[in-house]
């Protein structure tokens, strides 16, 4: 989604989160957008630290979907640098796994909306 070292998302990356779009119209919930980096130092004049790069990579997707449509009021953005890996950054390949953004909907919000869909689907 992201070239290494990179908070603007490759195109491949934007056509995904424009499909993400897409799924999540189909329930008025509120989302959570959390920026995740691997272990490797950064120090570049954009970013200080990995903080900035995990931030500056959620606020991207965010600013994806909210050109594609959703509701900025229904977003928010985490930046959580390296310290959520999913697995030891013992190789380029673990770190790239750890190099992510992942987009969390929030349960309640979406629950009252879900009960709905649900009762007129089974009418």
């Known amino acids: 989604m992201f ?6 998302m490759t195109v491949v990356g ?4 424009k499909q993400v ?3 999540l119209q189909e329930f008025n ?3 959570k957008i959390e ?13 200080i630290s990995n903080w900035e ?20 009021t ?4 985490e930046g959580f640098t390296q310290y959520r890996p999913k697995v030891p950054n013992v190789s380029r390949q673990a770190r790239a796994t750890n190099s992510r953004v992942e987009i969390v909907y929030q349960r309640g ?9 649900l009762r007129r689907n089974s009418r």
């Open 29 to 31: 919930c509120n989302v």
């Open 53 to 72: 790069l995990s931030a500056a990579r959620a606020a991207e997707v965010a600013r994806v979907l909210v050109e594609a449509g959703f509701p900025s």
């Open 35 to 47: 920026g995740h980096t691997d272990n490797s130092p950064i120090r570049t004049e954009q970013f």
């Open 109 to 117: 919000s979406a629950r009252k909306h879900m009960v709905d869909l």
């Open 14 to 17: 934007n056509d995904l989160i």
């Open 3 to 8: 070239p290494v070292r990179k908070s603007r």
């Open 21 to 23: 779009f897409d799924l």
């Open 74 to 77: 229904q977003l928010s953005i």
